[in-house]
């Protein structure tokens, strides 16, 4: 067996957060002809298990400034629809978005809420109440479907799990904690959040949920060769990514896990090491490495 090597020590934090924030000095609202804005798309449907999500805005022509646009949500006509409630069953980031010349698309941030209630579809609209710098084209509103978490297979194994998480040295460190977010409902892609604060705090795991026979749980496996962390500055090693490996060093394939008879958590048996890397090649030490693991769904 390779000689495997622990990395205590960074010069650095292993994450470091950076923030940014908009430069208005330049501020200055289009004034050229023929530029519209409207939404992207006339209807979208979410799961309530989604969380932050966006609505498209494009913008038409060739602005020389910004555009801006100011949004409400309001709900739809339809007596039919149960309406969703602003505040409650979603929350919107901001009603007004600054679009620059340069930019041709921009958003609308939501998020969901989760309420732990069972619930039909929920509907309400985004629509364009007004526009700086553009016309508003007749496509100026969206028709958003809230529906429950339960109505997707893959969602209703996302929010709150338990990780226990046993390491190479006989150590057991249990993650009380951790969400499973959906980052693609189509590929299966999906991540726990802060899955071993213990290790460091800010790392999230990679994991794919696929469909497994008719009437069970989604499969869950873990691919190899995904970043953790991207440059990290490690002492005596410089600058190196944090990535999913196999003790043989393996970068490709995926560790799969099973199922306990009850359906209630699922252990992965197979050793998953966080292999430090410089420029794609594992430079023999790790970061952590895990012999055992076991995630136990919450809700």
Excluded: H
């Amino acid at each position: 067996m390779k000689l495997i090597k622990y990395l205590l020590v960074f010069a650095a934090g292993i994450i470091i957060f950076t923030s940014c924030s908009d430069d208005n000095d330049d501020f200055s609202i289009n004034t050229a002809a023929g530029v519209g804005v409207s939404v992207e798309n006339s209807e979208m449907t979410v799961n309530e298990m989604k969380g932050i999500f966006k609505v498209p805005l494009v913008v038409t022509g060739n602005p020389n400034g910004y555009v801006k646009v100011k949004v409400k949500v309001v709900g739809t006509d339809d007596p039919s629809q149960d309406q969703a409630i602003a505040d409650n069953n979603f929350y919107v980031t901001s009603e007004t978005i600054n679009i620059p010349a340069d930019e041709k698309t921009a958003s609308v941030e939501i998020r969901t809420q989760y309420l732990e209630t069972r619930d039909p579809d929920l509907y309400f609209r985004v629509v364009i109440e007004s526009a700086e710098g553009a016309t508003i084209e007749p496509l100026n509103a969206c028709t958003i479907a809230i529906t429950d978490r339960y109505s997707s297979p893959i969602y209703s194994l996302s929010g709150p799990w338990q990780l226990t998480l046993d390491d190479y040295w006989g150590a057991t460190t249990v993650t009380p904690k951790s969400n499973l977010d959906v980052i693609n409902d189509e590929t299966g892609e999906c991540e726990f959040v802060d899955f071993a604060p213990a290790l460091s705090s800010g790392m999230n795991l990679p994991v794919i949920l696929r469909p497994g026979e008719e009437g069970k749980p989604y499969n869950m496996s873990i691919p190899l060769g995904k970043v953790l962390v991207e440059g990290a500055n490690f002492n005596g090693l410089g600058v190196c990514d944090v990535m999913l490996i196999t003790m043989d060093g393996k970068t490709r394939g995926e560790l799969v896990g099973e199922w306990n008879a009850d359906y209630s958590e699922v252990t992965f048996n197979e050793t998953l090491v966080l292999g430090i890397m410089s420029e794609g090649s594992w430079t023999g030490y790790v970061y952590g490495i895990f012999v055992k693991m076991t995630f136990k769904p919450l809700l």
